[in-house]
């Protein structure tokens, strides 16, 4: 199984900040990275697919970048309604594996 | 525009069968994609069960596979999800999404259901 590990676990942020969440596959997973963005009592939503490709809808200052096992996803100017879980994602092989996610806290 | 809305028990009891349906709109499963059960025990994180095709070929998490069962319904435009002999550690928001496959591999969930939450408990 490829596992995902993301760090941090959790960061403090304010409005405007940029913000930096890393994720690590154990194996290369090429591009087929994804992230996630995840509010309390709701489904999860996509972000980023193929690790760099932005899902329609989503803000340009939602970014992500990397390949192989070294995978980033910035978010250039945080706002109020980016405080949320974000999670990675690899879909190269099965068992499709999330990383263990990070909350992104209002400081 | 697709819409996934799972339905079923929301308490099951110990050893018994959890059964959960997701209906889809707006989509024919019959025209592609593949469908997909996740879950999310409270407070952690995300785990990917199977995928099933209209077809009905099936992909499993083989640390889930000899309980698990899937089906999909073309006349209804549902699949189910049949999770045997569970203990309170099934208890989780079960997700229904929709994804596909990309070249060697898999795309993401772009399409995902509420969410219901099951728990396991006599």
């Known amino acids: 199984d490829i596992q995902m590990t993301q760090s941090p676990s959790s960061l403090s942020a304010s409005v405007g900040d940029r913000v930096t969440i890393t994720c690590r596959a154990s194996?290369?997973?090429?591009?087929?990275l994804h992230w996630y963005q995840q509010k309390p009592g709701k489904a999860p939503k996509l972000l980023i697919y193929?690790?760099?490709s932005l899902q329609s809808g989503v803000p340009s200052r939602f970014s992500g970048s990397g390949s192989g096992t070294d995978f980033t996803l910035t978010i250039s100017s945080l706002q109020p309604e980016d405080f949320a879980t974000y999670y990675c994602?690899?879909?190269?092989?099965?068992?499709?594996?999330f990383g263990g996610g990070t909350k992104v806290e209002i400081k | 525009q697709v819409q996934l809305q799972e339905s079923g028990p929301g308490l099951v009891k110990p050893s018994e069968t959890l059964s959960l349906t997701c209906a889809v709109s707006?989509?024919?499963?019959?025209?592609?994609?593949?469908w997909a059960w996740i879950r999310q025990p409270p407070g952690k994180g995300l785990e990917w069960i199977a995928t099933?095709?209209?077809?009905?070929?099936?992909y499993y998490n083989l640390s889930l596979k000899s309980r698990v069962t899937l089906s999909v319904d073309t006349s209804k435009n549902q699949f189910s999800l049949n999770l045997s002999s569970v203990t309170a550690a099934d208890t989780a928001v079960y997700y229904c999404?929709?994804?596909?496959?990309?070249?060697?591999?898999?795309?993401?969930?772009?399409?995902w259901g509420q969410g219901t939450l099951v728990t396991v408990s006599s």
């Open positions: 994602q690899q879909s190269y092989s099965t068992p499709l594996t």
């Open positions: 999404a929709r994804h596909n496959m990309r070249g060697s591999g898999w795309t993401q969930f772009d399409n």
């Open positions: 193929a690790a760099s």
């Open positions: 194996q290369s997973t090429s591009n087929y």
């Open positions: 707006g989509y024919s499963i019959s025209s592609g994609y593949y």
């Open positions: 099933i095709y209209h077809s009905g070929s099936t």
